[in-house]
């Protein structure tokens, strides 16, 4: 029988539209994570059409109270090839992105924010906009599989990534063995992301680090119990990839001699001109003038003739966010770090790689950190009674630490009871002074330390332009309180700079190298800052927070240099730059880099000076930063234990320019 007319074009209408719509929909969940804890969520759903599959995403995440969210539609071809990308909505508490790229005829028309422009497709390019959303790398994944692998992948609107598969990995799972593949990506952030996917190249676990520099983990929801053995595997992996290049990186000689240089006394505030410096399994045997001190056959020479020799410097305030920090610590002259506050497996991992020598990195202080619950919380480890504030502690205690740090949601009551169970056990407490608190409180309470200028600011009588007067008696008082009860500051005063900068000034105002950072580093930092208007409101506020540091100096309060993160490595460089502005000395500044740290600590009789005795840690300057602070920059050897470094490729390691 003939069918009616009217039939066949109704069939032929759902033939049609079946081909343009869902065959069927498909979709996943990672969950978001900083400090290992969950913080949000990332959602995809995927509509397969008959000549595309497009992915809609939805980011979303709360850090510290802050909402961060992006939505993002990413469209591909059948083969992965990309089609179009579009992602609006903000990458971390301080940065946002607004971008569109489609690819048609082989020409890409791209706008990143307001900026609009055409080019030409290179092969194998792909569509990506950073760490986020996670949906994006998985797809990227599976298109450097679909193109046999290549060596590097062009990505739109810019830069490049390289993929490698670096292994596999078996993990517990639901009672069975579960098989993941283990990838490496480098080029979105700076360094190394690691990613574990199925053998399908469906992503499983992402660990990266989110646009102001802490790291991120995104898990698929149904492996998140995973996430804590995949911590731990990536600080050990990441360091592996460094540990590959030691003997390029660093030399170990059970003799060394330094001559030739000006050794200057960080102790004594004086030199030795052409010092000899005899070095012998990692500890200074003796230090004196040439001709005093005899140099053993065999030993390695090191020539630092018209050079300045330095202790080896500290950052007390580092977050070792990502392996590559390692390197990049020591190619600045670092050789030791506090950490001020990080996962507790990750961490671990990390030191214990560097002590083991399976990883290139300067000497790590931990310090644990502990926040109450709450909206504003960090991290895991949170305690908001006395037996969980306890039980925090004596974890850290056990597991290595040797500092407690308290962070801004710990409730007042229970600041005590850490404070207390941290000096039953030998430790020392610094941190935040948790909302609701003064300074006062929080080291009557028991802190031995305060992380941040921000808070001896916040007990100075303010102007109306919010500068201090330091003049009032409130903030006389305020500065005697610190000093009376023996109490180390840590001012952080770079990462406010970077916070209040202008962004119409040139930016290597702050960091003279900043065009040799990595460039995904070059894209975080370069929109870091203010308007002009806020800027200008904000310059009597940073001049009272450099001001304050003078203040708590000349009373005789220490003073540790700390960067809270910042340019890797380089921004230790500016802190002291930032101390001689504010009327320290050139060799006042070096002092809260070296000795003042190691005493703070209880550690000056091992470190923190060039002396007989203690450990081989020490710097070979190009110039004399004792007179000039900036020469502190021109580090041209590293010496950390005894073992020898280039700064030069140190930097290359991690991607610098040097």
């Known amino acids: 029988m003939k069918k009616p007319i009217l039939f066949i074009v109704i069939s032929l209408f759902f033939v049609h539209a079946q081909a343009q719509t869902n065959i069927p929909a498909d979709s996943g969940t990672f969950f978001l994570h900083k400090f290992a804890q969950k913080i949000g969520k990332e959602t995809y759903v995927v509509h397969k059409y008959k000549d595309a599959i497009q992915y809609s995403i939805d980011f979303k995440f709360v850090d510290r109270g802050s909402p961060v969210s992006l939505t993002a539609e990413l469209k591909v071809n059948p083969v992965n090839d990309p089609l179009e990308l579009t992602i609006k909505g903000s990458t971390s508490r301080f940065s946002k992105v607004d971008?569109?790229?489609?690819?048609?005829?082989?020409?890409?028309?791209?706008?990143?924010?307001?900026?609009?422009?055409?080019?030409?497709?290179?092969?194998?390019?792909?569509?990506?906009?950073?760490?986020?959303?996670?949906?994006?790398?998985?797809?990227?994944?599976?298109?450097?599989?679909?193109?046999?692998?290549?060596?590097?992948?062009n990505t739109l609107p810019f830069g490049s990534v390289q993929i490698k598969k670096e292994g596999t990995d078996e993990l517990g799972f639901?009672?069975?063995?579960?098989?993941?593949?283990?990838?490496?990506?480098?080029?979105?952030?700076?360094?190394?992301?690691?990613?574990?996917?199925?053998?399908?190249?469906?992503?499983?676990?992402?660990?990266?680090?989110?646009?102001?520099?802490?790291?991120?983990?995104m898990m698929r929801a149904q492996y998140e119990e995973l996430l804590p053995q995949l911590i731990s595997k990536a600080a050990t992996y990441g360091m592996q990839l460094f540990a590959k290049a030691t003997g390029q990186a660093g030399t170990a000689d059970e003799t060394i001699v330094v001559t030739g240089g000006n050794l200057y006394?960080?102790?004594?505030?004086?030199?030795?001109?052409?010092?000899?410096?005899?070095?012998?399994?990692g500890i200074i045997v003796r230090t004196g003038k040439a001709g005093s001190v005899t140099i053993p056959a065999g030993a390695k020479v090191i020539d630092a003739k018209g050079k300045t020799i330095l202790p080896g410097l500290w950052d007390m305030h580092s977050h070792f966010e990502q392996a590559e920090w390692g390197p990049a610590y020591l190619a600045a002259g670092v050789t030791t770090v506090r950490d001020c506050g990080n996962e507790f497996e990750y961490i671990n991992a990390i030191k214990d790689a560097i002590d083991n020598e399976k990883g290139i990195g300067p000497n790590i202080l931990k310090a644990g950190i502990i926040d109450g619950k709450g909206p504003m919380a960090l991290g895991i480890i949170q305690a908001d009674t006395k037996e969980e504030a306890i039980k925090a502690v004596d974890r850290y205690k056990e597991n290595g630490f040797v500092q407690i740090k308290i962070y801004s949601s710990v409730k007042p009551e229970i600041v005590k009871v850490i404070c207390d169970e941290a000096?039953?056990?030998?430790?020392?407490?610094?941190?935040?002074?948790?909302?609701g608190m003064t300074?006062?409180?929080?080291?009557?309470?028991?802190?031995?330390?305060?992380?941040?200028?921000?808070?001896?600011?916040?007990?100075?009588?303010?102007?109306?332009?919010?500068?201090?007067?330091f003049d009032d008696p409130k903030s006389i008082a305020g500065i005697?309180?610190?000093?009376?009860?023996?109490?180390?500051?840590?001012?952080?005063?770079?990462?406010?700079?970077?916070?209040?900068?202008?962004?119409?000034?040139?930016?290597?105002?702050?960091?003279?190298?900043?065009?040799n950072l990595p460039l995904p580093l070059q894209s975080l930092f370069k929109n870091m800052g203010e308007e002009p208007e806020q800027a200008i409101k904000a310059k009597p506020l940073m001049a009272s927070m450099k001001q304050a540091v003078k203040k708590l100096y000349?009373?005789?309060?220490?003073?540790?240099?700390?960067?809270?993160?910042?340019?890797?490595?380089?921004?230790?460089?500016?802190?002291?730059?930032?101390?001689?502005?504010?009327?320290?000395?050139p060799a006042q500044a070096i002092k809260t880099a070296t000795i003042v740290p190691a005493t703070v600590m209880k550690m000056d009789k091992q470190t923190g000076s060039v002396e007989a005795g203690k450990q081989a840690d020490l710097i070979i300057i190009d110039g004399d930063p004792v007179k000039n602070i900036r020469d502190i920059r021109n580090v041209s050897v590293v010496i950390k234990g005894g073992r020898v470094y280039d700064p030069v490729k140190l930097h290359q390691m991690v991607g610098f320019a040097k």
């Open 480 to 515: 005697d309180f610190i000093k009376q009860h023996h109490v180390a500051i840590d001012p952080t005063v770079g990462v406010y700079e970077l916070f209040f900068r202008n962004l119409k000034d040139d930016i290597t105002q702050l960091e003279p190298a900043f065009y």
């Open 99 to 153: 971008d569109k790229i489609t690819i048609h005829g082989g020409e890409a028309s791209i706008r990143v924010n307001d900026s609009s422009y055409t080019q030409k497709v290179l092969p194998s390019s792909f569509t990506v906009a950073g760490y986020s959303p996670g949906t994006v790398q998985q797809v990227l994944l599976q298109y450097w599989k679909k193109q046999h692998e290549p060596e590097t992948i």
């Open 423 to 435: 000096h039953r056990l030998g430790l020392t407490v610094t941190g935040h002074i948790p909302n």
């Open 265 to 281: 006394d960080v102790v004594t505030g004086t030199s030795i001109p052409d010092a000899v410096i005899l070095i012998s399994k």
């Open 174 to 217: 639901n009672g069975s063995s579960l098989t993941l593949d283990r990838f490496t990506i480098s080029g979105l952030v700076w360094g190394n992301e690691l990613l574990w996917a199925d053998n399908k190249g469906n992503l499983i676990c992402l660990i990266t680090n989110d646009a102001e520099g802490d790291k991120l983990e």
């Open 439 to 469: 300074l006062q409180q929080g080291v009557d309470s028991g802190m031995n330390m305060v992380n941040h200028i921000q808070y001896v600011y916040s007990i100075m009588k303010r102007n109306a332009d919010r500068s201090a007067d």
């Open 554 to 585: 000349d009373a005789g309060v220490p003073i540790v240099a700390g960067t809270d993160m910042g340019f890797p490595g380089y921004s230790l460089d500016r802190e002291l730059e930032l101390y001689v502005e504010a009327g320290l000395t």
